[in-house]
T-cell receptor, first 115, second 113 residues
Framework: EDKVVQSPLSLVVHEGDTVTLNCSYE??????LLWYKQEKKAPTFLFMLTSSGIEKKSGRLSSILDKKELFSILNITATQTGDSAVYLCAGVTNAGGTSYGKLTFGQGTILTVHP | EAQVTQNPRYLITVTGKKLTVTCSQN?????MSWYRQDPGLGLRQIYYSMNVEVTDKGDVPEGYKVSRKEKRNFPLILESPSPNQTSLYFCASIKVGDADTQYFGPGTRLTVL
């Protein structure tokens, strides 16, 4: 059975701090690892990672994948109160060809950023 | 505007009364999926569809049915809803090969009494 585990489950920091969120996965026929941010609505896409060691970056957020050790991290530097959200990661299986298969989500990390 | 729409957004029903939650996307995406989200359990995939007439089970398919007769629509059917299906449901679509264009619908909050 595929499994994705995130840690920590919750994190409280102050504005300006740097945080690292962890995602470990056991996914059969692994295709990619996805990161999302969820506020009080539907998740919004952050990153897709398919190759080890290649950092994806968007503003203060960055993410990297280690396919040997089966984990990914999401870094947020200089946190702001607007970064407060649940951060989700998901492992994607390859259904053959170029098609996506099953997605397995972790339980999420609740990040709270205080002013 | 590119979007995934779900209807209804909120639904309160009773045990055993069949219901359908519709999902439609206007982006010509091949892949569509249904998730349920419950406190402490995160998002769990119910069913997914790789293209028209191609569907497969996710992690929690019991009690649900889906069909994909057209590319844009992917309805979720609860033949005999039970209280343990009370949840927040999301539909999503992905353009195959380009995860940058995955979109989630706004969610449907379902309560089964």
């Amino acid at each position: 059975e595929d499994k994705v585990v995130q840690s920590p489950l919750s994190l409280v920091v102050h504005e300006g701090d740097t945080v690292t969120l962890n995602c470990s996965y056991e996914v059969t026929n692994f295709r990619s690892l996805l990161w999302y941010k969820q506020e009080k609505k539907a998740p919004t896409f952050l990153f897709m990672l398919t190759s080890s060691g290649i950092e994806k970056k968007s503003g203060r957020l960055s993410s990297i994948l280690d396919k040997k050790e089966l984990f990914s991290i999401l870094n947020i530097t200089a946190t702001q109160t607007g970064d407060s959200a649940v951060y989700l990661c998901a492992g994607v299986t390859n259904a053959g060809g170029t098609s996506y298969g099953k997605l397995t989500f972790g339980q999420g990390t609740i990040l709270t950023v205080h002013p | 505007e590119a979007q995934v729409t779900q209807n209804p957004r909120y639904l309160i029903t009773v045990t055993g009364k069949k219901l359908t939650v519709t999902c439609s996307q206007n982006m010509n995406h091949e892949y569509m999926s249904w998730y349920r989200q419950d406190p402490g359990l995160g998002l769990r995939q119910i069913y997914y569809s790789m293209n028209v007439e191609v569907t497969d089970k996710g992690d929690v398919p019991e009690g649900y049915k889906v069909s994909r007769k057209e590319k844009r629509n992917f309805p979720l059917i609860l033949e005999s809803p039970s209280p343990n299906q009370t949840s927040l449901y999301f539909c999503a679509s992905i353009k195959v090969g380009d995860a940058d264009t995955q979109y989630f619908g706004p969610g449907t909050r379902l309560t089964v009494l």
